[in-house]
């Protein structure tokens, strides 16, 4: 099992863009989903997470311009990113417990490049 993320891009100052994070192969289920972020020079830094029952956290940075939201039909994961600003910039990992078969697993994807511009 690998955990996937889509969706990063260059965008303008302003813009929007929508990350997507998926699991590959066969599981039995999604548990508890967070997306990460790590600037340049900066440390990682937790963006949003959502449990499989819907409850969210967000990062004071990001309230009121991103949204976390999943799909458990479908095992996946989707960061709403709006009104993007260049200190957004950074490559955004996805974090997530994933059960498969009857084991339990903390998995991080490879990140996407987020880059916005002025």
């Known amino acids: 099992v690998q955990l996937q993320a889509f969706g990063g891009g260059l965008v303008q100052s302003g813009g929007s863009l929508t990350l997507s994070c998926a699991p590959s192969?066969?599981?039995?289920?999604?548990?508890?989903v967070a997306w990460y972020r790590q600037g340049p020079g900066k440390q990682r830094e937790l963006v949003a997470g959502?449990?499989?029952?819907?409850?969210?956290d967000l990062a004071d940075s990001v309230k009121g311009r991103f949204s976390i939201s999943r799909d458990n039909a479908k095992n996946t994961v989707y960061l709403q990113m709006n009104s993007l600003k260049v200190e957004d910039t950074a490559v955004y990992y996805c974090?997530?417990?994933?059960?498969?078969?009857?084991?339990?697993?903390?998995?991080w994807g490879k990140g996407t490049q987020v880059t916005v511009s002025s």
């Open positions: 192969g066969s599981i039995f289920r999604l548990e508890a």
């Open positions: 974090n997530a417990d994933i059960i498969t078969q009857n084991l339990g697993m903390n998995y």
């Open positions: 959502i449990t499989r029952g819907g409850s969210i």
